[in-house]
């Protein structure tokens, strides 16, 4: 018999219906941010070239006096805070040959709401679902995600989202990993190879276990810091080795505690990802010993 769909309880898929409500909103907020620098942009104004973030509170201060319309370029340069007061020299040129006008004003403070908006709903989003996984036991599982180098409790909360506290469903790492669609393709017929691509799978846990990766590429846990990832390749298989653990790691199985022969096998790889999985696999082990 064909084997049925996974199909989560209804607490996970409101769980879900949070997470990906959260991401999609985030993605407004960048969509916002993006355009309030192409108008400064366009108005002449280089503030994004030398902060580094200008939705910071310097940038923010910035951006307000601007918006008045009263200051000089050398007073709101003076709004610098912190290391950006460093930048004041070159904040000024930024500023002198602005050409903001009333048009401008009016489409940033358009953007500016609406992200201000955006960013009180992600606020309430966020609520909702740390109460959604107190209210169903899961912040054991959510913290113990969180051990992973990568992986914060947003991430975690996503993944959780996406597959459920119990791992029985899928059987073994590989198969999440080949549902999730982070495991390479293995096409290879008499002999010869065809396209290693990665399999479709389950997008918005694929995203987030790939930003998880690149995170933990960012760190300085042990062996990670050797595999950065350089290409795309190391991702897919960082993401790969995050689905593996996932699935020996969110059982949260108590009978399982002190029996090493139920732990991960070694994972297999070559070229730059080798300390990564290895990492990836001394991670595990030492998760297991924990519960």
């Not at 990906?20 to 969509?31: K, N, P, Y």
């Not at 930048?87 to 009016?106: C, G, T, Y």
């Not at 760190?219 to 996932?246: H, K």
Request: charged content about 20%; overall charge positive; glycine content about 6%.
């Amino acid at each position: 018999m064909i084997r049925p769909s996974f199909i989560p309880p209804p607490a996970v898929r409101e769980l879900r219906d949070l997470t990906r409500l959260r991401r999609g909103v985030l993605e407004q907020a960048t969509q916002e941010r993006n355009r309030v620098e192409k108008v400064l942009e366009k108005a002449n104004v280089k503030l994004s070239s030398v902060l580094s973030d200008l939705f910071g509170v310097s940038g923010q201060r910035m951006l307000e006096a601007l918006l008045e319309g009263r200051a000089s370029a050398a007073e709101i340069a003076d709004l610098a805070r912190h290391t950006a007061r460093k930048k004041i020299p070159a904040l000024v040129a930024a500023l002198e040959q602005h050409q903001l006008n009333d048009h401008h004003r009016l489409l940033i403070r358009l953007h500016v709401d609406h992200l201000a908006f955006l960013e009180n709903e992600i606020h309430t989003i966020d609520e909702a679902i740390a109460k959604q996984i107190r209210d169903h036991g899961w912040h054991p599982h959510q913290e113990l995600l969180t051990t992973i180098p990568g992986v914060g409790p947003t991430s975690a909360a996503a993944i959780l989202a996406e597959v459920g506290p119990d791992m029985s469903v899928f059987g073994s790492e590989k198969k999440i990993s080949a549902w999730a669609g982070a495991c390479p393709g293995n096409a290879v017929s008499a002999g010869v190879s065809g396209s290693t691509r990665r399999p479709q799978g389950n997008a918005h846990l694929k995203t987030t276990l790939s930003m998880c990766a690149i995170a933990a590429s960012h760190t300085t846990a042990g062996a990670l810091t050797a595999a950065r990832l350089a290409s795309s390749a190391t991702t897919s298989v960082a993401s790969a080795n995050l689905a593996s653990l996932l699935n020996q790691q969110v059982r949260m199985r108590f009978q399982r505690k002190g029996n090493p022969n139920n732990g991960p096998k070694t994972p297999r790889t070559t070229g730059s990802s080798v300390s990564l999985c290895h990492y990836t696999h001394m991670l595990s082990n030492t998760l297991y010993c924990t519960i």
